[in-house]
């Protein structure tokens, strides 16, 4: 089974180009609220919080810490999305650090975040998948965060940038198929990522 997957250098998905869907990744991530958030889910019962109507299905990989034990999820997904995830990936914002005064400190604390990163490895059906590194589209937007999200910092509307290492697969074939992928930064000292036992249908 051939497993494709867009690249940085793809046609732009669906229309939309790869660090837009970043974008769009990270607003349906921080409007979620942390009782049911998939990033703190351990079980994949959140899995289908907020997904995107059509084309596309998001997955989460876990905040970054020093637990090595990734979550293990399970879900099913519909037949014919192709499904974004990060392996590893960073977002600042003002809200979460007030000592951001301007964009450009903003986008130069992400870059100094995800340049700290030294391992990212995604796995699909055993087969190794290259992550891309992919900047947000554009750098700075908009972004709203919801009451008790999963950052627990004040809900509200504010300006961020993110980047990071991503895995953007084509429709997977119905079917089992599992997806595991983990990333560290900071010298191995916070580590994130899951493991995903899908069933397309």
């Not at 992400?110 to 699909?124: A, F, L, Q, Y």
């Not at 895995?167 to 074939?173: H, Q």
């Amino acid at each position: 089974m051939t497993i494709c997957a867009f690249t940085a250098d793809s046609p732009p998905p669906y229309g939309t180009t790869y660090g837009r869907w970043t974008i769009e990744w990270w607003r349906w991530a921080l409007a979620i609220p942390k009782s049911k958030n998939p990033i703190l889910d351990r079980t994949g019962e959140y899995a289908g919080q907020n997904q995107p109507c059509k084309d596309v299905w998001y997955l989460a990989g876990k905040l970054p810490n020093k637990d090595i034990n990734p979550p293990s999820r399970s879900c099913r997904i519909p037949a014919g999305r192709s499904i974004l995830f990060p392996v590893i990936n960073y977002e600042a914002n003002p809200l979460e650090l007030p000592e951001l005064r301007t964009d450009q400190d903003i986008i130069e604390h992400v870059k100094k975040g995800e340049d700290s990163i030294v391992k990212k490895e995604c796995h699909v059906d055993g087969k190794l998948i290259p992550a891309q590194r992919i900047e947000s589209d554009p750098t700075i937007f908009e972004l709203k965060m919801v009451e008790h999200n999963l950052f627990n910092e004040e809900g509200g509307s504010t300006r961020a940038s993110a980047d990071g290492y991503w895995v953007f697969l084509k429709p997977l074939p119905k079917g089992e198929h599992t997806i595991s992928f983990h990333g560290s930064c900071e010298k191995g000292r916070l580590i994130s990522g899951a493991v995903y036992y899908l069933q397309v249908c």
